[in-house]
């Protein structure tokens, strides 16, 4: 019995380092409702939400424990992470081990990371170049790039210090807009909406919003909607920093 209470313990780690990562709700739901048959669970009730996580296991003896978990933390798209727990998944379900192992597996999971330099290159390479893309010249793009690298920085370092996302957003696009406004005035050669473009776009929910819509469109309503309104949130905080922004420096305006 203790066991698989640990076992339940062990797939809430799963599901919400899954949920954390960007995975949508219905391959959560799915993924541990595959792992628990395969543990040797004869029913599997998985419910998932942005904010919380509901399983439900019922074993062929009649015994049956459930246990709910509130996630508070604000989730990110790491797919690297997210391809690992998938394959993790995969493997537990062809050969089922101990729920140590799985757990040991998962902890191990958790603390890989990509190496700071891929984040802040493609960080500078995804800010230049929609700098340029959307008409900004090479100048542009570099002050654009450097930037970039800045936001990558705050995101990886800073963004554990505040409570959501959307705070998170705000504080960041009125840090860099601030910095672009400074920029276009000690080198009047830069365009300002340029730099913010390729800057915002560091910022912006884009996948969320698709993966909220994906949500709905199978059937998860109530965690698309809710992912559906952080991602307006979020985007407006964006608006509304780089408009604080542009009133503080003068910029831009």
Not at 102 to 109: C, F, I, K, S
Not at 112 to 139: D, I, M, N, Q
Not at 215 to 237: F, H, K, N, Q, Y
Request: aromatic letters at 8%; hydrophobic letters at 50%; one cysteine or more.
């Amino acid at each position: 019995m203790n066991d698989r209470k640990k076992l339940l313990h062990t797939l809430l780690d799963m599901a919400e380092r899954m949920l954390l990562s960007g995975a949508e709700i219905y391959r959560v739901e799915d993924t541990i409702a595959r792992m628990g048959t395969a543990s040797g669970a004869s029913d599997m009730n998985v419910f998932v939400i942005i904010s919380s996580i509901v399983i439900t296991m019922t074993f062929p003896d009649g015994e049956t424990i459930t246990e709910t978990r509130r996630v508070t933390k604000a989730a990110s798209n790491d797919f690297t992470v997210l391809e690992q727990l998938n394959h993790l998944s995969r493997q537990y379900c062809m050969e089922p081990f101990s729920w140590q192992e799985l757990e040991q597996r998962l902890a191990e999971t958790a603390e890989t990371h990509e190496h700071p330099l891929s984040l802040y290159a493609g960080s500078a390479l995804a800010s230049g170049g929609f700098a340029v893309f959307f008409g900004g010249s090479v100048w542009d793009g570099l002050a654009a790039g450097v930037l970039g690298v800045l936001i990558g920085l705050v995101q990886k370092k800073v963004r554990g210090f505040f409570p959501n996302t959307v705070s998170f957003n705000l504080a960041c696009a009125f840090a860099a807009g601030c910095l672009t406004g400074l920029l276009t005035m000690l080198f009047p050669v830069l365009h300002f909406g340029m730099i913010m473009i390729g800057d915002i776009m560091l910022l912006i929910p884009g996948v969320a919003i698709t993966v909220s819509v994906r949500d709905m469109l199978v059937g998860d309503t109530i965690s698309g909607s809710l992912r559906l309104i952080e991602s307006i949130l979020c985007a407006v905080s964006l608006a509304y920093g780089f408009i604080l922004a542009i009133m503080a420096t003068g910029a831009g305006a």
